[in-house]
């Protein structure tokens, strides 16, 4: 079975600071990959997602991940963070060729932004 | 265009009551599914449909009943609601196919058991 660590679980940046939050899951085989964003009392949103092709994908707001299938890991970044990127954030996986049933999330992680 | 949409937002019970979570979406999704989301634990899968007229069970479905109307509805009920099931519940849709795709979350139902 898939499981997904994300390490940081709270992070405190100041505006314009670099972010990186790290996601790394457990499986042998292809998988997708996924970030979601939670905004204060709002839904799940997409970020980004790699399923094939460059490791390096580019999602919305200027945040990208990366896919190194070494590490297993596929860590969220933004180089420079703005107050209304506080949120949290979620990574999720799943296997390649199978359904959204069987896609693991991540615990989140707590981005607070200070002005 | 609505998405994925979910009622009520929030919900004080007694224990012991009884409820229904509605979710419809307008995409024309096949699959539907119900979370619930935890501090510190992230989304579980309750249950799930994979098409209309199928469900099957998640994660953590005890407690639990589900029922597909029809395509675009997916009702979670709690028949005897409990402490422990204090929390937010996501319902999200994805498109047909269901494999290397997305899903579609609602905008969350938090639920209190007193």
């Known amino acids: 079975a898939q499981s997904v660590s994300q390490h940081n679980h709270h992070v405190i940046l100041s505006e314009a600071a670099s972010l990186e939050l790290g996601c790394n899951y457990s499986?042998?085989?292809?998988?997708?990959l996924f970030w979601y964003v939670q905004y204060p009392g709002q839904h799940l949103q997409l970020l980004l997602k790699?399923?094939?092709?460059?490791?390096l994908v580019k999602g919305i707001k200027g945040f990208e991940a990366e896919f190194i299938k070494s590490k297993f890991s596929f860590n969220l970044r933004k180089p420079s963070v703005q107050w209304s990127d506080t949120a949290e954030y979620f990574c999720?996986?799943?296997?390649?060729?199978?359904?959204?049933?069987?896609?693991?999330f991540g615990t989140g992680t707590r981005l607070l932004v200070s002005p | 265009n609505a998405g994925v949409t979910q009622t009520p937002k929030f919900q004080v019970l007694k224990t012991g009551q009884s409820m229904t979570l509605q979710c419809a979406q307008d995409?024309?999704?096949?699959?539907m599914y119900w979370y619930r989301q935890d501090p510190g634990m992230g989304l579980r899968l309750i249950y799930y449909?994979?098409?209309?007229?199928?469900?099957d069970k998640g994660e953590v479905p005890n407690g639990y009943n589900v029922s597909r109307l029809n395509k675009r509805e997916f009702s979670l009920r709690l028949e005897s609601a409990a402490p422990s099931q204090t929390s937010v519940y996501f319902c999200?849709?994805?498109?047909?196919?269901?494999?290397?795709?997305?899903?579609?979350f609602g905008q969350g139902t938090r639920l209190t058991v007193v």
């Open positions: 999200a849709s994805s498109a047909p196919g269901g494999a290397n795709t997305e899903a579609f």
């Open positions: 995409m024309n999704h096949n699959s």
């Open positions: 790699y399923f094939s092709g460059d490791p």
């Open positions: 499986y042998g085989g292809t998988v997708n």
């Open positions: 449909s994979a098409s209309e007229g199928t469900t």
């Open positions: 999720a996986v799943n296997a390649r060729n199978t359904g959204f049933q069987k896609l693991v």
